[in-house]
């Protein structure tokens, strides 16, 4: 039989159960989703932020040539984004219980995208443009998978994959300035 319950919990329901367990902090009974495979795919997008954040960086400092100024400025902007965005998964790694994974070892087997260092200033812009599309195509499974489960990991999810977005049209506009 169908009643107003079904959608929403009682109010006493509610104020019992946040009184259980309060040592999980964020994490009530209502939370839906699989923790643990919340918390290995959030650790998998951390490395991949760390991996883009390097990658940038190693742009950043090797950027030569006629167009260097414009590319380098826009390799730092991309660089201190990415390192953002690890700070911010990392901050719900730890909401969720769980603890970051910011070991050295194995980072680059843990990050979907790759550090490719590049020669030239367009090999620079190619690989951080794959690397980019690597990233918005991981980010969005996530975020289907995330649904309504945990919303507010998939809100995080999604904020960062509009942001890859953008600095994926960044580099294809940088490529055909690099062309002409
Ligand atoms: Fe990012
Ligand atoms: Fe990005």
């Known amino acids: 039989m169908a009643n107003e319950s079904a959608f929403i919990t009682d109010i006493q329901t509610l104020r019992k159960r946040a009184r259980e367990h309060i040592e999980n902090g964020a994490i009530t009974p209502g939370y839906a989703a699989d ?10 997008a951390l490395a991949t932020e760390i991996v883009c954040t390097l990658r940038y960086k190693r742009h950043y400092f090797m950027a030569k040539g006629i167009n260097a100024e414009a590319v380098a ?9 990415e390192q953002e965005h690890a700070d911010q998964i990392a901050q719900r790694i730890v909401q969720l219980g769980g603890e970051p994974d910011l070991s050295p070892q194995g980072l680059a087997a843990r990050s979907h995208a790759e550090y490719v260092e590049g ?3 367009t ?13 918005i195509d991981s980010y969005k499974e996530m975020v289907n998978y995330f649904g309504s489960q945990d919303p507010t990991t998939r809100r995080l999810m999604e904020q960062i994959l509009a942001k890859e977005e953008e600095h994926a049209e960044d580099l294809v506009s940088l490529l055909e300035g690099m062309e002409r």
């Not at 643990?36 to 959030?42: N, R």
């Open 35 to 44: 923790r643990g495979t919340v918390i290995k795919l959030l650790n998998e």
């Open 73 to 81: 400025a826009e390799f730092a902007e991309h660089a201190a984004e």
């Open 119 to 121: 020669d030239s200033l």
């Open 123 to 135: 090999d620079m812009i190619t690989e951080d443009l794959v690397a980019e599309r690597i990233a």
